[in-house]
């Protein structure tokens, strides 16, 4: 897999959820605003303390991308991409002129490129960063709006490590914004270099599926515990200590789509409310046929526990919005 994160910042509460969904993060000046398109959020960040980042596995190779309206002029840093033993690899900084620059080590670390042009006030762009990290032969560069901006091919290696597992997407002091995040790695096939400009929508669940093992509390309806856009913790949930039990959702129409669907990821809160393992695997339903995602160990706070699909598994191939409408979506219960 390549394609490891995504994030249109439309199916939780932005920012006060944040938690649920990143690694990380820092929430001293941050708001929610509208986005880029109509009935669509943005992160709004009000300093530059305020972050959101991810922690993956070690990769050599990392490609991000974001939608980001700057709000004013100051040197700041916008991305960072550290090791394992929290060494900076790399930083990209953008200048008081709103140019971009590409450092090694850090924001205060070595300068290996600086773009000729300038991010303008106040407008979205599409920003995408790629950085394969090296001692010799590393590539680090910044796209804009799909073009090119500035470029680095040597040394991009700052510690002992040639791989880099964590990113941390920045706030600024007069305030910026983000939507439609990706992150990808550089490994396999698909997926494993630029995106472009991307879109990231959001459908929930609008009625049951085949499954409705669970025990609902709130709703007598397992799909209306579990469609709403402020996770709601324990005011409604569907339970279940049984392993196998399965529930699975009907969800709302996708718009029409005439570019590639890179991947579907589907999200599931959950938390359990005692001592002792407790794992869950979220679950789709194709074309008749059920297919269960990787095992993962619920903790005692409610967490988004994800799973991403690059291909429709019924037939290995690019999901279509037809095929996506036509789809069930939900967990499983492991252990």
Known sequence: MALRFIDGMLHYSVPSQLGAKYSAFNNSSMTSMTGRRSSTTALKMGTASDYISMTFDNQQTWIVGFAYQMMGNEGSLLLQANDSAANNQLAVVITTAGAIQLMRGGQYGTVLATSSNAIPLNTWNYIEVKMTIASSGGVFEVRVNESVWVTYSGNTQS??????????????????AYMDVYMCDGSGSRNNTYLGDCRIDTVRPSAAGTYTQLTPQGSASNYANVNETTLDSDSSYNYSNTAGNIDSFVCSTLTSI??????????????????????VAVTTRVSSTDYTGSTQSVSTNYVYYKQIWEQ????????????????????????
């Open 159 to 176: 510690s002992t490590n040639a791989n880099a597992n964590y990113i941390q997407i920045k706030g600024r002091y007069s305030s910026c």
């Open 258 to 279: 005439t570019g590639t669907i890179f991947g579907v990821q589907s999200n599931v809160a959950a938390d359990k409310d005692d001592a002792g393992s407790r794992t």
């Open 312 to 335: 429709n598994p019924n037939a290995a191939a690019n999901w279509t919005a037809t095929t996506i409408n036509a789809s069930e979506f939900g967990y499983k219960v492991i252990a």
